[in-house]
């Protein structure tokens, strides 16, 4: 995904899986998500990127989404009620497109 | 928490501890010394100068590392944290901030001796 289009690569209600990598260093992806299913909410548009800025670099604008994951795929029979969802904003780097939610 | 098994954790840093079991919280209200209140004031000036983001102030509470969670209260590590990240913007060295600690060390042993009485 490039990180400079004007326009989201992803629509509202892709698939999306968040990657499960564990880099080190500061990172903005919540480990409870990594390798998780969801689909996009809604764009929010491009941003600073806070991977850079938390480095002091200079900043690339980077895209950011609203991502619905349903209770049940985070938390397995333990989410209660199963059918409650969660809204969590990820960046694009973090983002992979799937074909099935 | 969830189906991952404990090598599958491999990588996960001491703070991203979303979802853990996080006990009773503690919803007492509490005052701010005056010393926290301009720690504050502190990092709202040096984000304001664009010397670095409360991304950069995150990036060093989280590589300060749990044992820093534990021993220091919350605006301790903050200091610690505006400190760092001013000396990589190069707003002071740490010399120049050992003679400025020491002037001040200098001025009495009160808080408001220190303080220049403001």
Do not use: S
């Given at each position: 995904m490039a990180t400079d289009t004007k326009?989201?690569?992803?629509?509202?209600?892709?698939?999306?899986?968040?990657?499960?990598?564990?880099?080190?260093?500061?990172?903005?992806?919540p480990w409870y998500l990594r390798g998780k299913s969801g689909v996009i909410e809604r764009d929010l548009g491009l941003t600073g990127n806070p991977e850079m800025l938390a480095y002091g670099g200079k900043t690339r604008?980077?895209?950011?989404?609203?991502?619905?994951?349903?209770?049940?795929?985070?938390?397995g029979d333990a989410a209660e009620p199963a059918s409650d969802t969660l809204d969590a904003e990820i960046f694009e780097n973090w983002l992979e497109p799937t074909n099935a939610s | 928490m969830t189906t991952d098994s404990e090598?599958?954790?491999?990588?996960?840093?001491?703070?991203?501890?979303?979802?853990?079991?996080?006990?009773?919280i503690n919803r007492d209200e509490h005052d701010y010394a005056l010393w926290e209140k301009r720690v504050d004031a502190l990092m709202?000036?040096?984000?304001?100068?664009?010397?670095?983001?409360?991304?950069?102030?995150?990036r060093v509470l989280e590589d300060m590392g749990p044992e820093a969670f534990e021993t220091m209260t919350y605006y301790e590590r903050w200091i610690h944290s505006v400190?760092?990240?001013?000396?990589?913007?190069?707003?002071?060295?740490?010399?120049?901030?050992?003679d400025k600690m020491a002037e001040v060390a200098a001025r009495g042993q009160t808080y408001g001796e220190a303080s220049l009485g403001d």
């Open positions: 326009t989201p690569a992803l629509p509202v209600g892709a698939p999306v899986r968040l990657k499960k990598m564990a880099p080190p260093g500061h990172v903005r992806c604008e980077i895209r950011l989404y609203r991502v619905r994951f349903r209770m049940q795929d985070i938390w | 090598a599958a954790d491999t990588g996960r840093r001491w703070h991203d501890m979303g979802g853990d079991p996080a006990g009773e709202v000036i040096a984000t304001g100068k664009k010397y670095f983001t409360v991304d950069g102030l995150r400190t760092q990240n001013l000396m990589e913007a190069g707003v002071f060295t740490p010399g120049e901030l050992g």
